[in-house]
């Protein structure tokens, strides 16, 4: 199994581009989470979807972020306008399912996109 | 979803068991205890969960505590590779992660 893929690994752009970062999740999973890590702020929840619905997006930051899941095997993350604070770690997750016992399922991580944007 | 407070840091002998302590007292009926880590410039990675009774795998063993007000992860014969930042999280259908505990372990 490849894991969680992964696009670009760094980017690197200039204030006010467009940025799109893009997730392949596991064959068959039917979870996908996008995070972010800073060092001020650690990792955090930016949104997540099951079986290709957002199901929570309280996490993420402002109008700039979107999230797409066309489908089943793949997820944009966009971030339009870009500002120098967006720069971080985004990583994607993906687990086989959300559980109905409130049981989290093990979420496989991605090795993810460091973006800095200048 | 409940806090978990963990210590900063930690230090550990290879070929010791490491034990990591966290504190999650406002944990509710419903909410799990999970382990993940993540080794430097990595994506996070599961270790193990549990509910109410300790559990074990091939990785750790986790001991919850009667009142689930706070939990130990141990990793029974730490090796170098096992350096990295160890997150316990509670939580309901999503991951919270904290700030973690760095378990550095030395020769």
């Known amino acids: 199994d490849a894991g969680v893929i992964q696009s670009p690994r760094h980017e690197v752009t200039e204030m006010g581009q467009e940025v799109t970062l893009r997730c392949k999740p596991i064959?068959?999973?039917?979870?996908l989470f996008w995070y972010r890590q800073t060092m001020m702020r650690g990792l955090e929840l930016l949104i997540y979807?099951?079986?290709?619905?957002?199901?929570?997006d309280s996490g993420m930051p402002e109008d700039r972020f979107s999230a797409k899941m066309p489908n089943a095997s793949f997820s944009t993350l966009k971030i339009q306008p870009s500002e120098p604070r967006d720069s971080a770690v985004y990583f994607c997750?993906?687990?086989?399912?959300?559980?109905?016992?409130?049981?989290?399922?093990?979420?496989?991580f991605g090795p993810g996109t460091r973006l800095t944007v200048l | 979803d409940a806090k978990t407070t963990q210590p900063t840091s930690m230090d550990c002998a290879e070929g010791r068991a490491a034990n990591l302590p966290c504190n999650h007292s406002?944990?509710?009926?419903?909410?799990?205890v999970y382990w993940y880590r993540q080794i430097h410039s990595q994506g996070p990675q599961y270790i193990i969960h549990?509910?109410?009774n300790n559990e074990t795998n091939e990785m750790a063993s986790l001991i919850i505590t009667e009142d689930r007000k706070s939990s130990t992860l141990i990793l029974p014969h730490a090796t170098l590779r096992d350096t990295a930042v160890y997150y316990c999280?509670?939580?309901?259908?999503?991951?919270?992660f904290g700030a973690g505990t760095r378990l550095a372990v030395h020769p």
């Open positions: 997750a993906s687990s086989l399912e959300l559980l109905s016992s409130g049981d989290t399922d093990t979420q496989y």
């Open positions: 064959s068959g999973h039917n979870s």
């Open positions: 979807f099951n079986n290709n619905v957002p199901i929570d």
């Open positions: 406002t944990i509710s009926g419903n909410e799990y």
């Open positions: 549990g509910l109410k």
């Open positions: 999280i509670v939580g309901y259908n999503k991951l919270i």
